[in-house]
């Protein structure tokens, strides 16, 4: 899409009026009347073909725009595909309840806030959605919080920083797969880079949570007890449930391609379902393109281990082809080089691309209040610019992620911070300032951008 060529010429007036229109138009859709993006976003793109039709540019010219926009995120449709089926086959091998069950056990009487924070961390890790994991074993902290009379605000800001960081770092989450897919890096090199940002982000939490956290006597642990009995009822709880996460790490280290690292750690992982599980060909079938559904009765189990599935990518999958459709519009009828051309002059510098970016990816989720979207729109926007100044694409896919995807939560009307809020029964506004992780990510992003460190030129990849 990047490589779309413009068509017209609008002025900055017009360019800045129609993207003014279309950021009304999806914030007020999404967060007023509780829409999901698609449709806004769908009359976004016709409000930019009937522009495009008044300035007598032809129809077909228009669709090609739609068709090449929609074409630069087919990658990501391949491997969202992937990643649904790899998140049922890890379901019925018992890999991800395996890797819940061992979150639970660092549970101790001490720390609360840092293991709060781990244990989202890694169940958020596991699962690849960080609002999954808030809903369910973030609900059982905060009532072992009030049991404590210990701080709604900082236990929520524990979980919602592990939650996120989890989302953020998982082969598993559609954002980190959109964010690399968009610009064309590979999901586990994409992972590695983010590395340099999100483990200093991630200690730096984990300590400050620590030093936070009071000295209590936790023998109110009912919950999670009873989230381990239920998992241990599945019968999918063995030692050996891990091996497709660790044909998953040897091939990723091996730098095999993430398509088909996660095609065989999905097929490895539907054998070892058969080691404990009775599956025929038929259910095996359902499984990985609808999803595998969990009947232990439990509700927060059952919410928690159904997922997965071709099936269930569908909702991203439409996003993503409606969004790039209308960044390819943007392009062609030359509103994004418009807007770009004021600020040329101040984009001639490392520092002040990623500084742009980064501010981008936060405004897009403070304005429209959409985490896929402050990627995608981050991505189209500044590839670009990324490359006039000599930098790979990782380093623009690391920046959407540290300013786009956990930003989203710190949002009051966001789609994360409104779902959360309802969840966690804590106000946006409150668990924000202990929210270190979400807060960390886009300081460091910035201030590495500033100072030259942790990034990748493309003459040193040559």
């Given at each position: 899409?990047?490589?779309i ?61 739609l ?6 995120g ?80 900082i ?11 989890g989302?953020?770092m ?14 064309g ?20 939490s ?28 599945t ?10 996460l ?17 095609a065989v ?8 379902s058969?080691l ?50 209308m ?9 994004v ?5 004021k ?23 403070v ?22 100044v ?8 690391r ?5 786009g ?57 040559k």
């Amino acid at each position: 899409m990047f490589r779309i060529k413009s068509i017209i010429s609008p002025t900055f007036a017009e360019a800045a009026a129609l993207i003014a229109a279309i950021v009304t138009m999806i914030s007020v859709s999404i967060v007023k009347f509780e829409s999901v993006p698609h449709m806004p976003i769908l009359f976004s793109i016709l409000l930019l073909i009937c522009y495009g039709l008044f300035k007598k540019v032809p129809y077909r010219k228009l669709e090609r725009g739609l068709v090449e926009g929609a074409g630069a995120g087919m990658s990501a449709v391949f491997l969202f595909f992937f990643i649904g089926i790899l998140i049922s086959s890890w379901m019925m091998s018992g890999t991800i309840p395996t890797l819940i069950y061992t979150g639970f056990n660092l549970i101790t009487p001490s720390f609360f806030f840092a293991i709060v924070f781990v244990v989202t961390a890694i169940i958020g890790l596991s699962i690849g959605s960080s609002l999954t994991t808030v809903a369910t074993v973030g609900v059982a902290f905060i009532g072992m919080a009030t049991v404590l009379d210990l701080s709604m605000a900082i236990t929520a800001g524990a979980i919602v920083s592990g939650a996120f960081f989890g989302d953020k770092m998982s082969p598993l989450s559609d954002t980190t797969n959109l964010a690399s897919s968009i610009v064309g890096v590979d999901l586990f090199e994409h992972i590695r880079n983010m590395g340099w940002t999100t483990i200093p982000a991630f200690v730096i939490s984990l300590v400050i949570f620590g030093i936070l956290s009071p000295s209590v006597t936790l023998t109110e642990v009912d919950k999670i007890a009873f989230f381990q009995e239920g998992l241990l009822e599945t019968g999918m709880i063995h030692w050996y449930t891990v091996i497709p996460l660790v044909v998953l790490v040897i091939m990723t280290i091996m730098k095999v391609p993430a398509l088909m690292t996660l095609a065989v750690s999905a097929a490895s992982a539907v054998a070892i379902s058969f080691l404990h599980q009775s599956y025929g060909a038929a259910q095996v079938f359902k499984i990985l393109f609808s999803g595998f559904v969990s009947t232990t009765g439990i509700e927060d189990i059952d919410a928690l281990l159904t997922r997965g599935g071709m099936e269930s990518m569908m909702f991203t999958v439409g996003l993503v082809l409606l969004a790039l459709s209308m960044g390819g519009l943007l392009f062609t009828l030359g509103i994004v080089q418009s807007l770009l051309s004021k600020i040329e002059s101040l984009l001639r510098k490392v520092s002040s691309v990623i500084a742009a970016s980064a501010l981008t990816a936060i405004g897009i989720n403070v304005l429209i209040g959409e985490q896929y979207l402050s990627i995608l729109l981050t991505g189209q926007a500044f590839q670009s610019q990324f490359e006039k100044v000599g930098l790979t694409g990782k380093n623009l896919s690391r920046v959407m992620e540290d300013a786009g995807t956990v930003v989203n939560p710190l949002v009051p009307w966001s789609v994360c911070g409104i779902f959360i809020t309802g969840v966690l029964g804590v106000s946006t506004m409150e668990y924000l300032p202990f929210a270190f992780f979400c807060l960390l990510s886009p300081i460091l992003t910035v201030l590495f951008g500033f100072t030259g460190k942790t990034l990748t030129y493309i003459a040193n990849e040559k």
